[in-house]
């Protein structure tokens, strides 16, 4: 049996990071859709949750994503695929649509459960959706691109 090999904890470390950052991602439109049919008023706590996770561990959790993935490639040298540098951009891109437009449209959202604001909520609640979808197709595509290594 072989040995366990630094380079097999940080793929571990990397993969499970990947998981831990994303996962919820891939629950959010279901929570949209059952909190659309709340009461507006407790549709807030929704949008509080996700900042949260945002901040506390999406957030944080792609830096281990980064420099784990960094490592791994260096150490394969592996810079000079495109899976590798697509799938650096693609997390570059993903985190910054959640820093910037999620997070933007998650706090618009509690903004307007809080206020009762049942006609605003509906309006904006769309673009929240289509981002998060958009997100989840970013994500989905770089774990394609990072187990199928198409034009290694």
Do not use: C
């Amino acid at each position: 049996m072989p040995a366990v090999v630094f380079y097999d904890v940080v793929k571990w470390l990397h993969i499970t990071a990947v998981v831990a950052a994303f996962g919820p991602l891939f629950a959010y439109p279901v929570l949209l859709a059952v909190a659309a049919k709340a009461p507006v008023g407790q549709r807030a706590f929704l949008h509080r949750a996700q900042i949260e996770v945002s901040k506390k561990i999406t957030g944080p959790v792609i830096g281990v994503i980064l420099l784990a993935g960094i490592y791994l490639a260096t150490d394969r040298e592996l810079w000079s695929r495109f899976y590798v540098i697509a799938a650096f951009v693609l997390l570059v891109v993903i985190a910054g649509l959640g820093a910037t437009i999620l997070r933007r449209n998650e706090e618009r959202l509690v903004e307007l459960a809080d206020a009762g604001d049942e006609a605003g909520y509906a309006g904006a609640l769309p673009t929240l959706r289509l981002w998060t979808m958009l997100t989840i197709a970013l994500v989905v595509l770089t774990i394609y691109l990072m187990t199928a290594k198409p034009f290694a």
